[in-house]
Nanobody
Framework: QVQLVESGGGLVQPGGSLRLSCAAS????????MAWYRQAPGLQREWVAK???????TYANFVKGRFTISRDAAKITVYLHMDGMKPEDTATYYC???????WGQGTQVTVSS
């Protein structure tokens, strides 16, 4: 079983940037696509971005052009770089291993002045 641990969340001003990390241990996700989701209070969890093992990326329309998903060469850590952040980006962000159906515990991101 893979374990996923997110980090990098925090408070950022509108227009600012953050980079989230998702580190894997155990049965690591090397061969699987990875995704980021987010969940704001009172709302359903929504998909944000996905990256395949080969590096192909896809994004939700509401983050396209602002967020970038990537993974390191060892395929052990996945990142979500967020630019041009908006208050509506405030949520708990979760890492997800597609195929292994494994979630991280989440990291809180708050965009506020």
């Amino acid at each position: 079983q893979v374990q996923l641990v997110e980090s990098g969340g925090g408070l950022v001003q509108p227009g600012g940037s953050l980079r989230l990390s998702c580190a894997a241990s155990g049965n690591i996700f090397g061969a699987y696509p990875m995704a980021w989701y987010r969940q704001a209070p009172g709302l359903q969890r929504e998909w944000v971005a996905k990256i395949t093992y080969g590096g192909t990326t896809t994004y939700a329309n509401f983050v396209k052009g602002r967020f970038t998903i990537s993974r390191d060469a060892a395929k052990i850590t996945v990142y979500l770089h967020m630019d041009g952040m908006k208050p509506e980006d405030t949520a708990t962000y979760y890492c997800f291993s597609v195929g292994q159906n494994a979630w991280g515990q989440g990291t809180q991101v708050t965009v506020s002045s």
